[in-house]
């Protein structure tokens, strides 16, 4: 796929383009969410609040507001297709045909809408919020993201003439090309792209996907933009987020309710997809905590995915509590998708996989390049390294812009679930930054769920 980025660019008509061109264009686990949601908590009430997290940046002093009222007022009008339906329909994901009820694709067709919204500015930031139905409030997440950081990325194009948007496009090719010229070729190597929400552009995101397919071949698993999986034949990657313990949490009724709200979830989930679709994420409220108090059922799920802890110290966590209660590791799913880039992935992949480690430690392999040599592989992995690729695959122009300054570097932009039921929602996360909700509120479930585990390091992504 060649793709004339710049002219594109050029040439875009920026008052007409949209930015969302289908509701597909989402995370494959909001769609597996949604009709878990509309299965269980149809009637449910949920608030949704964009957070931009890299507060130096003032978005709302770069992005026009009119030009994101009218981006959102596009995403609201749109309605799923009848050849994506078909698709979700008779599709096979994660090797099973028919995830999605009849009913669930039959109310997308007909009844599926996305709820209003408020947006205003204040001190420099927008200040966006959803409000609604859960059903109808929880797809804005990946929608709003991706419009917010596009928008970011036009308003910086404007600035450059033709020749500097080739010059910035072809470093970001150049930099694409040499992480993936690294990946290409390690053996067992498994890496899925997951940069929907903070991505570059629609088209970069496309042109990076189709790129690491190319280069990596069977590497490449796949991606959790359900869209690009539609178009280009791919496999679609995700289950489950943060979402959901957080509003069962929230609509708790007691402190016995919250405390065991992230298991009642699991095993809610697991009778809604009868038994498929089991990787945990159990960093809402801290993993440790999780995994110590977890029912004996919960070491039976596929995997885990670590997204806000520190991924070699929670894949050994996750290790030896799989050992402790009788289970084989090397027969379970270790997914890690927080700030990974080339050298990352490389160092957890060995040091997951299989390599012959010889008294080294994590922090060895974080320089990856040193444990790459086939000749020191083992047999068989410790368990099944898998990476979610986000941020820095579909938005690393750190460095390309030609004018010099960093206006096309990513900003940590989340937008999360506020309340449910008119109750406030909190995520404690492993990393003090990734709080959020209340500050009350998050002091109230830390008194709950304790911090062990918990550490204090910068946000990148």
Avoid at 55 to 78: C, G, M, P
Avoid at 329 to 355: E, Q, Y
Wanted: glycine share 6%; net charge negative; hydrophobic share 40%.
């Amino acid at each position: 796929m060649i793709i004339n980025l710049a002219r594109r660019a050029h040439d875009h008509n920026w008052e007409l383009d949209p930015i969302t061109r289908s509701l597909l264009d989402t995370d494959f686990y909001k769609l597996l969410m949604l009709q878990f949601i509309w299965k269980n908590f149809p009637r449910i009430h949920a608030s949704f609040t964009l957070l931009n997290r890299t507060a130096s940046v003032r978005l709302a002093e770069i992005v026009d507001l009119h030009e994101l009222r009218e981006q959102l007022e596009q995403v609201r009008k749109l309605r799923f297709r009848k050849s994506e339906l078909i698709w979700l329909a008779g599709n096979t994901f994660y090797g099973r045909r028919g995830i999605f009820e009849p009913g669930f694709l039959e109310w997308l067709e007909h009844d599926f809408r996305l709820s209003n919204y408020d947006l205003s500015v204040h001190d420099g930031q927008f200040v966006l919020g959803f409000h609604g139905l859960w059903t109808e409030t929880t797809m804005w997440e990946i929608y709003a993201l991706a419009v917010i950081d596009e928008l970011k990325t036009r308003a910086s194009l404007k600035r450059l003439s033709e020749f500097e948007l080739d010059i910035l496009y072809a470093r970001a090719k150049t930099r694409l090309w040499e992480k993936l010229e690294r990946l290409r070729g390690v053996p067992g190597l498994s890496v899925s792209d997951f940069g929907t929400r903070r991505r570059h552009s629609f088209l970069w995101q496309e042109y990076v996907v189709k790129a690491a397919s190319d280069v990596l071949g069977t590497s490449f698993a796949g991606s959790s933009n359900t869209y690009l999986a539609y178009k280009h034949d791919m496999e679609a990657i995700g289950t489950n987020a943060h979402e959901l313990p957080m509003a069962l949490a929230a609509m708790a009724t007691s402190e016995e309710e919250l405390r065991t709200a992230q298991y009642r979830l699991l095993d809610l989930w697991q009778q809604s997809y009868q038994g498929e679709l089991l990787i945990l994420l159990p960093d809402t409220f801290g993993t440790t905590q999780f995994l110590e108090h977890a029912p004996d059922w919960v070491a039976d799920w596929t995997g885990q995915r670590i997204d806000s802890k520190d991924p070699y110290l929670a894949g050994d966590e996750y290790i030896e509590w799989l050992r402790q209660r009788g289970r084989d590791p090397r027969r379970k799913r270790l997914i890690a998708s927080d700030a990974l880039d080339v050298d990352p992935i490389l160092g957890l992949h060995a040091w997951f996989g299989g390599t012959l480690r010889n008294g080294a430690s994590p922090a060895d392999f974080r320089r990856a390049a040193d444990f790459l040599d086939e000749k020191k592989w083992a047999r068989e992995p410790r368990i099944r390294f898998s990476a979610g690729w986000g941020t820095l695959l579909t938005n690393d122009f750190r460095g390309c812009n030609p004018l010099g300054d960093n206006s096309f570097d990513p900003v940590s932009l989340v937008c999360k679930l506020s309340d449910a039921e008119g109750r406030p929602a909190v995520k404690l996360s492993d990393n003090y930054s990734k709080a959020l909700g209340d500050p009350a509120e998050i002091e109230r479930y830390r008194r709950m769920f304790g911090v062990k585990g918990v550490e204090d390091v910068p946000v990148i992504t």
